[in-house]
């Protein structure tokens, strides 16, 4: 079984300013990790994920996270905020074992980041 | 071309009530999710269809939920008997293929708001 941990659930921050959101996870099998981002009224969409190789994953809109094992966080950063970034943040996982993944994933409660001007 | 499209959009229901929500997947897309998403909390899983075969319902809450893909393609969920512990936003998610080493991306629909009154 997987668990996320989003530790902030609002980040407020001006435009322009670099923003940090924090996601742990715990799990008894080796995951994938991603970050969704909700804008009012709309679905979920990818943002990010991390499967395999560099632990520093770079997305869409200028963001990137790192996944780092012995800590076993996922942090979603960007380093200059824009208005158009207000959004819901979700950070998700993904278990697999035997090789094999179908794709179930576990989310966490969601980081509301608001950009003031 | 097309996204994942859910309807309704908006359902209200008066308790006792069995209501349906149906999810129409991106064409083609054989693995089929749907989510609940509790006001200020992240979607959880539900079940998972591999073409029409219901691979795992182990997020059902109990037997008044079911879940249906005859043909592989849409998709619908029915709560019998609604409870006002049933409100939320009922999200449906698509993706190309499963079974994979590496988790196929997963296209969100905009989701059904569910409110029993």
């Known amino acids: 079984a997987q668990s996320v941990t989003q530790l902030d659930s609002q980040v407020p921050v001006f435009e322009e300013a670099p923003v940090e959101l924090r996601c742990n996870y715990s799990?008894?099998?080796?995951?994938?990790l991603f970050w969704y981002v909700q804008y009012p009224n709309q679905g979920l969409q990818l943002l990010l994920k991390?499967?395999?190789?560099?632990?520093l994953v770079k997305g869409i809109n200028g963001f990137e996270a790192e996944f780092n094992k012995s800590q076993t966080s996922f942090h979603l950063r960007k380093p200059s905020v824009h208005i158009s970034d207000t959004a819901e943040y979700f950070c998700?996982?993904?278990?697999?074992?035997?090789?094999?993944?179908?794709?179930?994933?576990?989310f966490g409660q969601g980081t509301i980041l608001t950009v003031h001007p | 071309g097309a996204g994942v499209s859910q309807s309704p959009r908006y359902k209200v229901t008066k308790r006792g009530q069995d209501v349906a929500l149906r999810c129409d997947p991106i064409?083609?897309?054989?693995?089929l999710y749907w989510y609940r998403q509790a006001l200020g909390q992240g979607p959880e899983f539900l079940t998972y269809?591999?073409?029409?075969?219901?691979?795992?319902k182990s997020g059902l809450p109990n037997d008044r939920f079911s879940a249906e893909r005859p043909e592989g393609s849409i998709s619908t969920l029915t709560i019998q008997r609604t409870e006002q512990r049933d409100s939320a936003m009922y999200r449906c998610?698509?993706?190309?293929?499963?079974?994979?080493?590496?988790?196929?991306?997963?296209?969100f629909g905009p989701g059904t708001r569910l409110t029993v009154t």
């Open positions: 998610a698509s993706s190309s293929q499963t079974g994979t080493m590496f988790p196929y991306e997963q296209y």
């Open positions: 799990s008894s099998v080796s995951v994938y």
């Open positions: 991390y499967l395999s190789g560099s632990t």
């Open positions: 998700a996982v993904s278990g697999y074992a035997g090789g094999t993944s179908y794709g179930k994933l576990t």
């Open positions: 064409s083609g897309h054989v693995s």
């Open positions: 269809f591999n073409y029409e075969a219901q691979q795992d």
